[in-house]
């Protein structure tokens, strides 16, 4: 509990934290829907909290690079306690941002017919993936700055041609053919399934993010330094 305690305060210590993690949430409420779906505000969230998971897991990154992972191993803190401590805070944080947002839609759009329920559990699926693959990212940079540098180019394009800031319906069949490997995929493949009435494949969206998030964090947590 303290360590998660630390690794809660650590990371809401960042002022841009706050911003990105509860305050610009509000902002994409208002996007307004494209023909035939949801509110575009409600995909470019997942653009917003992968950059979310991203800078929350800054502190991890920085006490890997100073090593202290390594010196903890040699405590009577076993390492996976550490690590779990760590994954929860930014978890709870990012569910916390989860409900925001979801408080949000429902206030604004309050015509919209849609299962809150279900989109909380997926993005909340979506915000495991998201940690994962932000611990398993910069466990291949030893600076966190280079990782930063090339995650922002990197995510906005992954984002964009998984259908996250791009609509799904404007690409190509033969390219959607080689995006389902992308995990940013399955969470607009979820809302549109969603917003078709097709639960079953709404699920599915669930189980292959928590697939990646359990496979990206097997590889994350590897590399201590």
């Known amino acids: 509990m303290i360590i998660f305690k630390h690794a809660l305060k650590r990371s809401l210590a960042q002022p841009f934290s706050i911003l990105i993690t509860l305050i610009l949430p509000i902002g994409i409420i208002f996007v307004p829907p494209l023909t035939n779906s949801y509110p575009n505000g ?4 997942g653009l917003l909290s992968l950059f979310s998971g991203f800078i ?51 206030l604004y759009w309050k015509d919209l017919n849609i299962n809150y329920g279900l989109i909380f559990t997926l993005t909340s699926a979506y915000s495991l993936m998201v940690i994962a693959f932000s611990l398993c990212w910069n466990s291949l ?29 404007v690409i190509p069949e033969e390219i959607k053919k080689f995006i389902v490997v992308l995990p940013t995929y399955w969470l607009p493949y979820g809302l549109n399934s969603l917003h078709d009435g097709n639960i079953k494949y709404v699920l599915i969206a ?9 496979i990206l964090l097997l590889i994350g947590s590897k590399r201590r330094y």
């Open 206 to 214: 669930h189980l292959v993010l928590l697939v990646y998030s359990v």
């Open 141 to 169: 940079f030893r600076s966190y700055n280079l990782s930063f540098g090339l995650f922002s180019g990197f995510a906005s394009l992954m984002c964009l041609v998984s259908g996250v800031t791009m609509p799904l319906q």
């Open 42 to 45: 409600i995909y470019l969230y």
């Open 56 to 106: 929350l897991s800054k502190p991890i990154v920085e006490e890997r690079i100073n090593k202290i992972a390594v010196r903890i191993s040699a405590t009577p803190t076993k390492y996976i306690s550490y690590l779990s401590s760590h994954l929860m805070a930014y978890a709870s944080i990012l569910i916390v941002q989860n409900i925001i947002f979801i408080l949000g839609l429902y």
